[in-house]
């Protein structure tokens, strides 16, 4: 790993977690809670971004990296995939836990006509926009660099995984709500299978944060749509769903296996 990224990795938990400090001591009871923490709330989840444009701006040898992966020539396939995957998969998880008597009460399905405006806020506020320029368009060819994909997905989940976890703590986001270890833990798993499956849709277009930002909306979309992690049935079918889909992909995509940049 280039000494220039592991900079930008330090800096920005850094910065995304003193933006969550308050927050999270909020939650705590430990400062009184004040209006403009939702604001920091949503710095600290852009820092990723951010700081990945400064780096590039100060940086040269950055730019062309980062330049490479803005475009959105790729197939429609991959735009299908990139967008319904997880929709699917989780839906798929929905009516298992529905059938088996593990039923979720979700209030988006009962109102359809808000979907749209709830992908779009994901979309621009929920994550995708704040991390992507980062994580994947700038973090994961450097470390492709020196490493083979399989490898480079998985260490950048388990770096994805970990500046995660003060949103744990912090009440109202999606992390605080599974207040079981376990439930912590099959997050931190599927965050890491996520950053695998973003590595092959990132390869397969060409290297598109494009399709990254769409595959990281579809898939914080359908978790708060059908709410796998609501049921420990539900939580169990999401990571046995996702370690098949990566099992496949690395079984049937060679290139995957062993592609580096």
Excluded at 27 to 35: F, Q
Excluded at 70 to 82: A, D, G, P, Q
Aim: glycine fraction near 6%; aromatic fraction near 16%; charge should be positive.
């Amino acid at each position: 790993m280039k000494h220039p990224i592991r900079s930008y990795i330090l800096i920005v938990f850094i910065c995304s977690w003193l933006f969550w400090l308050l927050p999270l001591l909020s939650s705590a009871n430990i400062v009184p809670e004040l209006g403009f923490f939702g604001i920091l709330q949503i710095f600290g989840a852009f820092c990723p971004t951010i700081i990945a444009l400064i780096f590039i701006w100060k940086k040269k040898s950055l730019r062309s990296t980062f330049k490479k992966s803005l475009h959105f020539r790729f197939s429609f396939l991959w735009y299908i995939i990139s967008i319904f995957f997880f929709p699917i998969i989780y839906g798929i998880v929905y009516l298992i836990s529905t059938i088996t008597g593990y039923h979720i009460e979700s209030e988006f399905l009962s109102q359809p006509e808000v979907l749209p405006i709830v992908f779009g806020y994901i979309l621009v506020l929920g994550g995708p926009l704040g991390e992507e320029f980062g994580w994947r368009a700038l973090v994961l060819p450097c470390l492709m660099e020196k490493r083979k994909a399989l490898q480079s997905s998985f260490l950048l989940g388990v770096i994805w995984a970990v500046w995660h976890l003060p949103l744990f703590f912090i009440e109202g986001t999606i992390q605080n709500s599974l207040k079981s270890p376990l439930y912590l833990i099959g997050y931190l798993i599927m965050t890491v299978l996520l950053s695998i499956f973003l590595t092959w849709i990132f390869l397969h277009t060409n290297n598109s944060v494009v399709a990254s930002i769409l595959v990281h909306t579809s898939s914080n979309f359908a978790l708060g749509v059908f709410l796998p992690f609501s049921t420990l049935i539900g939580a169990i079918l999401q990571i046995i769903f996702l370690i098949i889909t990566i099992i496949l992909i690395i079984v049937k995509d060679r290139n995957f296996r062993n592609v580096k940049e």
